[in-house]
Structure formats: C-alpha cells, structure tokens
C-alpha cells in the first residue's frame, strides 16, 4: 500500500513538473525568447564586459566629467536618498496599514453573538476595509507612479505616495492574516478573567504577532528599497537613476560600484531585521 502510494506520488510530481515545464516553453514561444541572440553580433562581447567589471567596480568616474562633485560623494548622497525615499514610502505605509489591518480582522472584536447591534457596525467596516486593502494592492506602484507622477509632475513625493499606497494595503492584508493566524490561548485566558476584547487583544496577541509582523514589515522595507531604485529610471535621483545614467555611456564598472551599494543596504537591514527579532524573542 505504501508502494503504490509513493508510486502515486512520483507519477503526481512528474506530470506537474511536465506541466510546467511545457508552460515554460510555451511562454519562450509567444513572447519570442530566443536565448542565442546573446551569442549573435556584439551581445557576447557586451555580456562578457559587464561581467568582468564585477571584479573591477569604479571608485572614481570611467569618463572624467568636469566639474562634478567626486564619485564616491554621489554614491554616497544617492544612497541616501535612496533609502530616504524607502523611508518615507514606509513611514506612510505602515500606519495606514496597521489601521486597516485592525479594521479588517476579526481577531479584536466582542462577542457580537452578545452584542448583535455592534456587528451591524463592526462588518460592514470589516468588508469596506478588504475592498480597500484589495483596489490599493491590485495597482502596481508604478503604475500609481505614472499616474501621480503626471497629476503632480517629476517629485519624489508623487512618487512616495505612489510606493505608499500599494503597500499599505499588502501589509494590512498580511498584518490581518497574521492576527487571524496566530493561537488565542493568551487572548481568551485574558478574557475569561474578565478582561475586555480590546485589552485581551493587545495583552494576549499582539505580543504573541509582534515578531512577526516586524519580520515582514523589514521585509517590505527591502521592497521599498529596491521599488526607490526602479523609480529612478523614470526620472526620480536614486540608485537606479545613476545606474541608467551609466548604462546609458556604458560605464559598466560605475553599474557594478551602484548594485554593490544596493546589496549592502539589503543586507543591513536583513541584519537589522534578524538581531532585533533574536532580540523580542529572548
């Protein structure tokens, strides 16, 4: 019996994997991938330099430019502009979705079994928040760019508000499931005692969510990071804007100087991240 069910199993596995592999050769075929037009003309040559600049990344400009403040000083007003931009994207994202986390999530109300007129209340503002939630995060932030960007013109805060209103509502909706997830031992002990809904949820489980919920939200702050970056090659001065700027003269060694800093800063705050839930969880 347990033969046949491994054989099950593996047979199950392959014809997923079969799947998925035809979907990706479909897909190679409608969008016309052909991956050895990196071998034809000069493709190869330009691949190979950009590789072998890796090994070399600038600490000055590939091509002296009269007049401009060294590079190393632009690297380093870039990246912190960059990480300004993350920033602020998140100060604004973050409260906004706590807020409607709360609303949305069911983890924090009474028994409206007992309390029949504040579920008359307490659901309809529940389904508005999801819709919220829903609309904000189903926009791409660059797409919400575009359209800020041409509403209030080339600013880094048309741009923030582009980045803050999707992931306010991906982070409520993650903060929401988390509440929902997380065990109410704590919660309904506390109840049980005499203590109220609200008082149970904040003593009982949020503690029991809150290492969790600073896990993901230094996570969006990568995304956050990493979205400032993008937005440079619409105009907007950071990392990615200089980044263009050099591909566009082919200075590959500056690219590589520019996606080394970008790494950094995703690896500190994945350090930050980390020490400070060791931190809460000791």
């Known amino acids: 019996m ?8 593996l047979g199950s596995r392959r014809a997923t994997l079969l799947a998925i592999t035809l979907c990706v050769l479909v897909s190679f075929w409608l969008l016309g991938l052909n991956p050895l037009r990196l071998f034809s003309g000069n493709n190869l040559t330009l691949t190979r330099d ?11 400009y590939q ?5 401009a403040e060294p590079f190393l000083l632009t690297v380093i007003s870039t990246t912190l502009l960059t990480l300004r931009f993350a920033l602020l994207a998140m100060s604004v994202a973050i409260p906004c979705g706590a807020l409607l986390a709360l609303l949305a999530s069911t983890a924090w109300w009474p028994d409206i079994r007992r309390h029949k007129m504040l579920g008359w209340v307490l659901r309809p503002l529940c389904l508005s928040s999801r819709i919220i939630m829903a609309f904000s995060r189903s926009i791409h932030e660059l797409i919400w760019g575009l359209l800020f960007i041409t509403a209030m013109g080339l600013s880094t805060d048309a741009a923030i508000i582009a980045v803050a209103i999707p992931y306010s509502g991906i982070l409520a909706k993650i903060y929401s499931e988390m509440f929902e997830e997380h065990s109410r031992e704590a919660q309904r002990a506390l109840q049980a005692i005499g203590a109220g809904s609200i008082v149970a949820f904040l003593a009982g ?13 230094f996570y969006r702050l990568e995304c956050a990071v990493r979205t400032a970056a993008v937005f440079g090659f619409v105009g907007i001065e950071t990392i ?43």
């Open 2 to 9: 347990l033969a046949g069910t491994y054989r099950h199993y």
């Open 63 to 67: 091509k002296p430019i009269e007049g």
């Open 205 to 217: 489980l949020l503690p029991r969510a809150l290492p969790d919920l600073i896990t993901y939200t």
């Open 50 to 60: 950009f590789l072998l600049s890796a090994f070399q990344p600038a600490l000055d």
């Open 240 to 282: 990615g804007y200089r980044i263009k700027l050099a591909s566009d003269e082919f200075h590959y060694r500056e690219i590589w100087t520019y996606l080394y800093v970008l790494f950094a800063m995703i690896m500190v705050i994945e350090w930050w991240s980390r020490a400070l839930r060791k931190r809460m969880e000791t």
